[in-house]
T-cell receptor
């Protein structure tokens, strides 16, 4: 069974803090993704990575950065958290080459920035 | 125009009836199409994928794809209260090796 885990289910931070969200997958997937999900806006891609140390901007990268030093781990960093970054953050992973292209999601981190 | 469009709902369907969820997409080169189900407070889970025109059935679920009309739908037969969830349509654009575009989801409510 593919497992994608995220470091926290709930997180409360203050404006201006640096925030790290960690995601780990145990299936040797090349591709990993960070999304945020807000009511009425659906899932929006922040960043994705197709290999170690490789990253690409998604649709809403502003205010975020990422790090992928190991294949199994993909971190999302909020350099200086702001209240408009209060959201549900979802990590996903996928292996290329399979016909299904199914994305496996982690349980999500609900971040509140005060 | 959004890349993947869905009616946000809520769509209310009586128990035992057929629920029909629709999705349109803008990239004509798209080859892979997915339906995810998301319960409140949970993360999305894949329930159907479809790659060629026509129907694909899996239990009570049928996915329908019409590439000429750029339209994909999900039918749920014999709807159950446990089917109440938000259904996300997702499309892999032709130009993308792995990126998937999600619609904003349709909220489905099955009333007893």
């Amino acid at each position: 069974d593919v497992k994608v885990t995220q470091s926290s289910r709930y997180l409360v931070k203050r404006t201006g803090e640096k925030v790290f969200l960690e995601c780990v997958q145990d299936m040797d997937h090349e591709n990993m993704f960070w999304y945020r999900q807000d009511p009425g806006l659906g899932l929006r891609l922040i960043y994705f990575s197709y290999d170690v140390k490789m990253k690409e901007k998604g649709d809403i990268p502003e205010g975020y950065s990422v790090s992928r030093e190991k294949k199994e781990r993909f971190s999302l960093i909020l350099e200086s958290a702001s209240t408009n970054q209060t959201s549900m953050y979802l990590c996903a992973s996928i292996v290329t080459g399979l016909a299904s292209h199914e994305q496996f999601f982690g349980p999500g981190t609900r971040l509140t920035v005060l | 125009q959004k890349e993947v469009e869905q009616n946000s709902g809520p769509l209310s369907v009586p128990e035992g009836a057929i629920a029909s969820l629709n999705c349109t997409y803008s990239d004509r080169g798209s080859q892979s199409f997915f339906w995810y189900r998301q319960y409140s407070g949970k993360s999305p889970e894949l329930i159907m994928s479809i790659y060629s025109n026509g129907d694909k059935e899996d239990g009570r679920f049928t996915a329908q794809l019409n590439k000429a009309s750029q339209y994909v739908s999900l039918l749920i037969r014999d709807s159950q209260p446990s089917d109440s969830a938000t259904y996300l349509c997702a499309v892999k654009p032709g130009s993308s090796a792995s990126k998937i575009i999600f619609g904003s989801g349709t909220r489905l409510s099955i009333r007893p």
